[in-house]
Protein backbone atom coordinates (compact mmCIF):
# COMPACT_ATOMS: atom_id res chain seq x y z
CA UNK A 1 0.00 0.00 0.00
CA UNK A 2 1.00 3.55 -1.07
CA UNK A 3 -0.67 6.77 0.64
CA UNK A 4 0.18 9.76 -0.97
CA UNK A 5 -1.25 12.83 1.67
CA UNK A 6 -1.32 16.11 -0.47
CA UNK A 7 -2.35 19.45 0.65
CA UNK A 8 -3.91 21.93 -2.11
CA UNK A 9 -4.63 25.54 -2.23
CA UNK A 10 -8.08 24.99 -3.93
CA UNK A 11 -7.86 28.61 -5.44
CA UNK A 12 -4.61 27.77 -7.41
CA UNK A 13 -4.10 24.46 -7.26
CA UNK A 14 -0.42 24.49 -6.36
CA UNK A 15 0.36 22.19 -3.12
CA UNK A 16 0.88 23.68 0.54
CA UNK A 17 3.70 21.59 1.53
CA UNK A 18 5.79 18.56 0.06
CA UNK A 19 3.34 15.66 -0.26
CA UNK A 20 3.47 12.92 2.92
CA UNK A 21 4.00 9.47 1.58
CA UNK A 22 3.28 6.28 3.68
CA UNK A 23 3.93 2.89 2.66
CA UNK A 24 2.74 -0.27 4.01
CA UNK A 25 4.45 -3.79 2.70
CA UNK A 26 5.70 -2.22 -0.22
CA UNK A 27 8.90 -0.82 0.01
CA UNK A 28 11.19 -0.29 3.27
CA UNK A 29 11.16 3.62 3.36
CA UNK A 30 14.95 4.40 5.03
CA UNK A 31 16.08 2.31 2.29
CA UNK A 32 14.21 4.14 -0.60
CA UNK A 33 14.91 7.61 -0.19
CA UNK A 34 16.15 8.42 -3.82
CA UNK A 35 12.54 6.37 -5.01
CA UNK A 36 10.74 8.59 -2.78
CA UNK A 37 11.88 11.46 -3.79
CA UNK A 38 11.06 11.02 -7.33
CA UNK A 39 7.90 10.12 -6.24
CA UNK A 40 7.19 13.42 -4.29
CA UNK A 41 8.46 15.20 -7.56
CA UNK A 42 6.23 13.21 -9.97
CA UNK A 43 3.10 13.70 -7.38
CA UNK A 44 3.92 17.44 -7.35
CA UNK A 45 3.86 18.07 -10.96
CA UNK A 46 0.68 15.81 -11.48
CA UNK A 47 -1.40 17.85 -9.09
CA UNK A 48 -0.33 20.77 -10.16
CA UNK A 49 -0.77 20.13 -14.07
CA UNK A 50 -4.11 18.13 -13.02
CA UNK A 51 -5.46 21.47 -11.07
CA UNK A 52 -4.10 24.45 -13.40
CA UNK A 53 -6.81 26.47 -15.00
CA UNK A 54 -9.33 24.77 -12.80
CA UNK A 55 -12.05 26.85 -10.64
CA UNK A 56 -12.92 25.62 -8.24
CA UNK A 57 -10.19 22.11 -8.50
CA UNK A 58 -12.00 19.04 -9.21
CA UNK A 59 -10.19 16.88 -6.62
CA UNK A 60 -11.33 13.49 -8.06
CA UNK A 61 -10.04 14.16 -11.49
CA UNK A 62 -6.77 15.24 -9.44
CA UNK A 63 -6.55 12.16 -7.35
CA UNK A 64 -7.18 9.79 -10.70
CA UNK A 65 -4.37 11.41 -12.20
CA UNK A 66 -2.44 11.03 -9.42
CA UNK A 67 -2.83 7.30 -8.64
CA UNK A 68 -2.09 6.73 -12.38
CA UNK A 69 1.27 8.77 -12.40
CA UNK A 70 2.74 7.29 -9.51
CA UNK A 71 1.34 3.39 -10.14
CA UNK A 72 2.92 3.73 -13.59
CA UNK A 73 6.17 5.25 -12.13
CA UNK A 74 6.68 2.74 -8.93
CA UNK A 75 5.88 -0.39 -11.67
CA UNK A 76 8.44 1.23 -13.79
CA UNK A 77 11.18 1.05 -10.70
CA UNK A 78 9.93 -1.91 -8.94
CA UNK A 79 7.73 -4.04 -10.98
CA UNK A 80 5.07 -4.40 -8.13
CA UNK A 81 1.91 -2.90 -8.11
CA UNK A 82 0.81 -1.25 -4.62
CA UNK A 83 -2.08 -0.03 -3.73
CA UNK A 84 -1.84 3.96 -3.97
CA UNK A 85 -4.19 5.67 -2.58
CA UNK A 86 -4.13 9.81 -2.79
CA UNK A 87 -5.81 11.61 0.08
CA UNK A 88 -6.07 15.34 -1.52
CA UNK A 89 -7.12 17.81 0.87
CA UNK A 90 -8.28 21.64 0.36
CA UNK A 91 -7.28 23.39 2.36
Known sequence: MFV???TVNP???RLRKSPDIISRGFVYLRESQ???QQA???I???IEDSAK???PVNFDFVKNNVTDAVARFLFEKTNKRPIVIPVVLGV
Do not use: D, W, Y
Open 11 to 13: KNG
Open 53 to 55: GQQ
Open 44 to 46: KKT
Open 4 to 6: IIA
Open 40 to 42: RII
Open 34 to 36: ELL
